[in-house]
């Protein structure tokens, strides 16, 4: 197993009552899970949909630990990507009688000097290693869409700007971002909810991923935290930070 260090945070935020994130973390001999599960605030009992999802993903994991000692990563991003339709289908039928409740997901797995991914909605992945910094996944929101004002000839934002278009839950069938890569020794990888980038600079992210033989993930969340609450934002906020001390 990789030598890896971890650090988490999920916190409600300010103003909220209710924390409607839900993180997971899983280690393996073989691999490790990391997720991070948004409940859409907008929607009813956001918090449930986002614990369904990542209390499956654990049944899913733990029914299937021969599969993970085999290491066949295209069969586990499979079984996983299933466990989201699954999820998507219970959630779906539940809110045709009830109202709906949606979350997304972003999930990384993380196995010798490999990654996969596979995600839903606009919940982060990010990395970092000694020569660059990404963003792994794509926000799945309407974007910068503009109407002209026929008179004034005036540029208006859509009104469907930010609104997030795939869910797990929302619609009767659902597609997960998937992908993959190769990561090296003291790579960083960070997993978000959108509470920490809409009130936190890319800047500040790229600063707290920097590499360290310390293991001071702790306190680099705690610096994004501190940004987020200066800038204003009263939501739930969850981060992952993984360091990759070593690639076996």
């Given at each position: 197993?990789?030598?890896?260090t971890?650090?988490k945070?999920?916190?409600?935020g ?11 973390i ?7 899970l990391?997720c ?7 929607l009813?009992?956001g918090e ?8 499956r993903?654990?049944?899913w994991?733990?029914?299937?630990s021969d599969?993970?000692y ?11 990507e299933s466990v989201i339709?699954?999820v998507?289908r ?7 009688s009830n109202?709906?409740c ?8 993380v196995?010798k000097n490999?990654?996969?991914i596979l995600?839903?909605g606009?919940s982060r992945?990010?990395?970092?290693n000694k020569r660059?910094f990404?963003q792994?996944?794509k ?8 109407i002209i ?8 934002p859509?009104?469907k700007?930010?609104m997030?278009l795939n869910?797990?839950?929302?619609d ?9 890569g190769?990561?090296?020794k003291?790579?960083?990888?960070l997993?978000?909810s959108?509470g ?28 994004l935290k ?11 906020l969850?981060?992952i ?8």
């Open positions: 197993m990789n030598n890896i971890y650090s945070l999920s916190e409600c300010p103003l909220r009552k209710i924390n409607q994130d839900s993180i997971l899983l280690t393996h001999d073989e691999m490790s990391f991070i599960a948004d409940g859409m605030g907008g009813s009992e449930k949909a986002s614990s369904l999802m990542t209390e993903l654990s049944a994991w733990s029914a299937h599969m993970l085999e290491k066949n990563m295209g069969q586990i991003a499979d079984g996983l339709s699954d998507n219970e959630l779906y039928e539940y809110g045709l109202q709906q949606g979350t997304t997901a972003s999930i990384l797995c196995s490999m990654y996969f995600s839903v606009d992945i990010y990395m970092r660059d990404h792994l996944t926000d799945e929101i309407w974007s910068n869409q503009w004002e026929p008179r004034s000839g005036v540029k208006i859509d009104n700007y930010g997030l869910a797990i839950g929302t009767k069938t659902i597609i997960a971002q998937r992908m993959g190769f990561f090296e003291g790579s960083v990888f997993i978000c959108d920490l980038y809409k009130f936190c600079d890319d800047r500040y992210i790229k600063k707290a991923m920097k590499y360290s033989k310390e293991s001071v993930l702790d306190r680099r969340i705690g610096f501190e940004k987020v609450l200066k800038n204003g934002e009263k939501d739930n969850s981060i930070m993984i360091k990759i001390d070593d690639v076996r």
